[in-house]
Nanobody
Framework: QVQLVESGGGLVQAGGSLRLSCAAS????????AGWFRQAPGKEREFVAT????????FHANSVKGRFTISRDNAKNTVYLQMNSLKPEDTAVYYC???????????????WGQGTQVTVSS
């Protein structure tokens, strides 16, 4: 069992930056790949980024590539999402997930946090 808690969301102007954190507890977090997804009102949950167990492999959605960066610190059991050059269309609830495989599909993730709201004003 893994418990995930996201933090770091908030209100920011377009062009600004935020760093999301996902703190894990329970089973060894380094045993899992991790991912960030987001969901805007009325839309399906959308893949944002994923990272391998060691952190050596990452993959970002085209919509955020070059602006967002996923990373992890296994010593702190934490995954991060650095978000730069934010746009109003990035507004959503951001969720952290843990999976046994490196995947862009939300249904491959076994554990989820409660989400953190990110709002980007124009």
């Amino acid at each position: 069992q893994v418990q995930l808690v996201e933090s770091g969301g908030g209100l920011v102007q377009a062009g600004g930056s935020l760093r999301l954190s996902c703190a894990a507890s329970g089973r060894t977090f380094s045993s899992y790949t991790a991912g960030w997804f987001r969901q805007a009102p009325g839309k399906e949950r959308e893949f944002v980024a994923t990272i391998s167990r060691s952190g050596g492999n990452t993959f970002h959605a085209n919509s955020v590539k070059g602006r967002f960066t996923i990373s992890r610190d296994n010593a702190k059991n934490t995954v991060y999402l650095q978000m730069n050059s934010l746009k109003p269309e990035d507004t959503a609830v951001y969720y952290c997930g843990a999976s046994s495989s490196l995947s862009t599909r939300w249904y491959d993730y076994n554990y989820w946090g409660q989400g953190t709201q990110v709002t980007v004003s124009s």
